[in-house]
């Protein structure tokens, strides 16, 4: 038998009482790990674009497409922006978007198999690209 947390619930003069079960934290994963997010892959990624070298990389490290990092990029970018007062978020943004599916096309273009390059993982690349651009608007504060 699971333990049972008891909540008592005040509806409108009349009291209502509600058990919610209590899972243990073994039988369900940690939220960011059932996401997919990777905190070392994260850190790997973005190790290769500040330092970039032609030694070997990880092919599983350019394959796998998460957006997890290029999405704090972009805000750390937007925040930036914010703090300095410029407010340009539509243009900026926008040509991101425009820079993902123009890439997205000329690579699918120039690939010679069927499957191609999947727009995650152009939005990934790009948006880790993006990181010496926040660098500099942090250092422009």
């Known amino acids: 038998d699971r333990a049972r947390a008891d909540r008592h619930i005040n509806l409108g003069g009349r009291a209502a ?23 070392a892959d994260i850190w790997s990624k973005t190790k290769i674009v500040l ?24 805000f ?30 000329l690579l699918n273009l120039m690939a010679e198999s069927e499957g191609g390059v999947t727009f995650a993982a152009v939005a990934s690349f790009l948006g880790y690209c993006l990181l010496p651009v926040v660098l500099l608007a942090v250092a422009a504060l």
């Open 51 to 74: 330092r970039p070298s032609l030694r070997e990389v990880d092919e599983r490290l350019v394959e796998e497409s998460d957006l997890a990092g290029p999405v704090v990029f972009v």
């Open 17 to 39: 009482h509600v058990r919610y079960p209590r899972r243990s934290p073994p039988e369900e994963p940690p939220l960011l790990e059932e996401l997919g997010v990777d905190f």
């Open 76 to 105: 750390l970018l937007g925040g930036a922006l914010v703090l300095r007062g410029k407010l340009h978020f539509g243009s900026i943004y926008g040509f991101g978007l425009t820079s993902c599916v123009a890439t997205y096309a």
